[in-house]
């Protein structure tokens, strides 16, 4: 140990560190008194912090006001040494209370150990960032955290490198934050850690990520998940060298407070300075408890590892090392020691009548209603009913809200019809179910979409304006100009991906930016599309305006894990206390082969829904789309149509203005014998074919849908079949696919089935991918003889007289 650390440590700090030994207690006892409540029943699950403890008290001293955490599970004393988290919120958070008051990190909405702080006030606007210490929201899939944090990394790089950027002081300082990581030893096997390891070196960004070694992945020893079983061994490679920049990689002991303390000073001094990744690797960590609340770890520790683990337990050498240095009595250190014990056991009584009696209270309330009627009816076997389920519900010790309206929509089905005075019992319970179904819609179903006034679904349209001389131009051409004056308008705008910087794109939708905007705003990345994706969420949540690209839609499959786990949760997750506005910008449908006229869009909208899906049929809608979502603060991915790159379309005269509403569809053509809607690519075979219908006295009117979530806030489509009583739903996905969730939409939830004359029908690519070149293309998906042959022969089904 370094002495003037350890003098400074001692002489400076013996407060500080007596106050660490006692939130060190507390943290574990939390975890013991954690683990008993899920054995017990009356919290569900648990994971811990427990073994952790020192690593955590060291890191959280270099954790500045600004800097940044992207952790996992193992986190709490982390958490509560900056203050973020205490003793109370450890229960709320274990019984899952859902007052995002009290419970604030996640409302409840994902169990014990995930945190995460505010990014926005309630009204929507953006907190001063640089004037709170910042937690990322944890997510359950190991290493699923790791993409994230290369871009709250990447973010100070762009605060510090581009001046223009300075002045955005309630976002950064000048890029002076740290983005801390925390992961375990196993997960560093996941594909998430390496791709991110890879891009952190070459991106130079101010990234420190420990790995918290004890050895196992729930029962998987490191023998079966690390090369060499040492991560830091492994990592040698990337250690940056003179001349040749990369990782810094240095490494603790889990037990050895004053070392740690000393490790992380100097480490994240680097990291902060230099914009230097710097890797800890923390070995000889233990996990007393064992995984989680879910098995016991006797069953696969040996003997020996437990006796090694109870020896260099933290706590314990921490405890020997204040002795061993006189800072305090074996006396003193007991009492510091029952002081945090007893504010555990206090903290958990009262956590748990918080979490009981809001419940007990609407339980209450319940009863009240059946106790006090005034009907008692006639049918013995209702009333009998009634009464017991009443008493039944009374009897339940620990209620859950289950509990409480399994009894009143029971108790509801036995109030009696005949009599008259049940009306108003009826009434009540009806009332009483109201209420509370209300607020349990808030306390579980709200905040999937942003809700407060920067929605982009409150963003005004503005049509694109067209002058008698407006040119055709490219598509690309069209992309390009309304970029350049987005990227004039919005300093903080930055978009990265393969290919996207020196060249502009494959398609050169982006032609000439670079050199106008500059390498930080327009930037090349590596293939490495899962870690684009959390480049883009980390630069979304420290509050820049990123649009990623994926180069085709067809490998956003690579990152759709973390768009479905990460970015589609994360305002939903936080109870609504987080935005991401985070633009993926695609482009897919038709092409040639098999991965890359792929137009997966089901896959899409079924599983990153709180995520706005763009389905633009040209240039100047995909262009409309970023317009309308630069205004607001709501992820979005928007697939531009890949064969529309060269076709031309008019240049509307208000480029960088015009702004397509989300939700709207479009007329393309009016019809009355019957309503095609379609999205996409499709739109312009839909429109061929229509010409063709129309030559044989068949009118269609043709929606173009524009957005598939949401999906046609405003009833166009309804109103088109209330006209046509027929109609028919196309795309290039499969079958079964977009094409049934748009006729769920209209048929269902529209009730577009009161006005059908004729099946519903849906004409869909097949169930393969499309073979290579056109004909594989003509054969696979919808042309518009396809589309021409099901119009023409659903008219003639209905009306066979007129064909
Ligand atoms: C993608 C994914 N696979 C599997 C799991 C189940 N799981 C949860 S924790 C865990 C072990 C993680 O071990 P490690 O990274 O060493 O962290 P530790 O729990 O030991 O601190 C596993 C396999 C998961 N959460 N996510
Ligand atoms: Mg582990």
Redesign the pocket.
Known sequence: MNNSVKEKIVILKKEEILADFRLAHLSRNLSIIGRREVLSGRAKFG?FGDG?EIIQLALAKQFREGDWRSG???DQTWMMAMGLYDSLQFFHQLYGNTDREINPGSGGRVFNNHFSTPNINKDGSWLDLTRQKNSSSDI?????QMPRLLGLAYASKLFRQNTDLHKFTTLSVKGNEVAFGS??????S?GHFWETINAAGVLQVPMAISV???G???S?PKKY?TTKGSISEILKGFESEPGKPGFRILKGKGWDYPGLVRLYEEGIEICRRDHVPVLFHIEEVT?PLG??TSGSHERYKSEERLKWESEYDPISKMREWILSQHLATAEELDTIAAEADEEARQSRKKGWEMFQNPIKVERDALAKIINDRKCRCAEESKEAAVDNITDDLLKVASPIRKDNFIAARKILRNVCKSCEKSENLKEELQGWLKRNYDDASFSYDAFLYNETATSVLNVKPVPPVYSPGSPEVPGRQILRDNYEKLFTRYPLLVTFGEDTGNIGGVNQSLEGLQKKFGELRITDTGIREATILGQGIGLALRGMRPIAEIQYLDYLMYALQLLSDDLATTHYRTAGRMVAPLIISTRGHRLEGIWHSGSPMSMLINSVRGVYICSPRDMTRAAGFYNTLLEGNDPAVVIEPLNGYRLKEKMPDNLGEFKIPLGVPEIISSGIDITLVTYGSTVRIAAEAVKQLAMHDISVELIDVQTLVPFDRNGIILESLKKTNRILFLDEDVPGGTTAYMMQEVLEKQGGWQYLDSQPKTLTGKEHRPAYTTDGDYFSKPSAEDIFDAIYGMMKESVPGRF
């Open positions: 994971i952790k996992y599970y193992r359950s899939p190991t290493a699923g992961i375990g030893d196993a997960s560093t996941e918290y070694d004890d196992y992945g729930i998987v998940q996990q995984h989680s």
